[in-house]
């Protein structure tokens, strides 16, 4: 079936140790996304992609920071965690540019820092 | 900006015991409204899209509805693996979803 595949399901890294997180999709959709999110909180978007125009949000920080080498793969890096970055980070992606479909989101990767 | 407000945040209700989920929103020009179930450490599963005020779906127990203001997901009869948290989603002009907090639903036997 296609899917959206986030790896690791589970991470843990140290505060200020750096941590890629991964997306791939079969999908072959133009369109991925990065979600935060913490417990209880609405999913907030970090970055999207439209093919490999990058859009960040203007409150994402610094730390954060995304690759999209092809279509089907995106990652997420944190370049120095801390505390407040713990929190489950969910992909998704949508058909095309423009479009007004559903979102189809990955598994998530929760993240812990020690 | 757009905004959602959902309510309550946490529902606990019997088997059997129907009920209906809000969804306030505030959007520039929408282009959808959107339902999601996510169960405890996955991501957000598609439930429903609305377009325009006055359209209802169904799916099994769950029935959404759309006003100019607000979105229902009603329950009828809710069981126990209906538990879960419901996500309310808009999506405007930006065509870029802006997610709710959500509500918790636990449906005891």
């Known amino acids: 079936d296609a899917m959206v595949i986030q790896n690791p399901r589970y991470q843990v890294t140290q505060f200020g140790k750096p941590v890629t997180l991964s997306c791939s999709q079969t999908?072959?959709?133009?369109?991925m996304y990065w979600y935060q999110q913490k417990s209880s909180q609405a999913p907030k978007l970090l970055f999207h992609?439209?093919?490999?125009?990058?859009?960040n949000e203007a409150d994402t920080p610094d730390n954060f920071q995304s690759r999209r080498p092809n279509t089907s793969f995106c990652f997420l890096d944190i370049r120095s965690p801390g505390l407040g970055d713990a929190a489950m980070y969910l992909c998704?992606?949508?058909?095309?540019?423009?479009?007004?479909?559903?979102?189809?989101f990955g598994s998530g990767t929760q993240l812990s820092v020690l | 900006e757009d905004q959602v407000t959902q309510s309550p945040e946490a529902l606990r209700l019997q088997e059997g015991e129907s009920s209906s989920l809000n969804c306030s929103y505030t959007?520039?020009?929408?282009?959808?409204l959107f339902w999601y179930r996510q169960d405890p450490g996955k991501g957000p599963e598609f439930l429903f899209t609305?377009?325009?005020a006055g359209e209802e779906k169904e799916k099994e127990r769950l029935k959404a509805t759309l006003t100019k203001k607000e979105s229902f997901l009603h329950i009828t009869a809710p069981k126990p693996e209906d538990s879960a948290t419901y996500l309310c989603?808009?999506?405007?002009?930006?065509?870029?979803?802006?997610f709710g907090r959500g509500t918790s639903l636990i449906v005891h036997p």
């Open positions: 999908l072959n959709h133009n369109v």
């Open positions: 998704a992606t949508s058909p095309r540019r423009g479009g007004n479909e559903k979102l189809f």
């Open positions: 992609y439209y093919d490999k125009d990058f859009n």
């Open positions: 609305l377009y325009s």
């Open positions: 989603a808009v999506m405007g002009g930006s065509y870029i979803p802006t």
């Open positions: 959007v520039s020009g929408l282009r959808g």
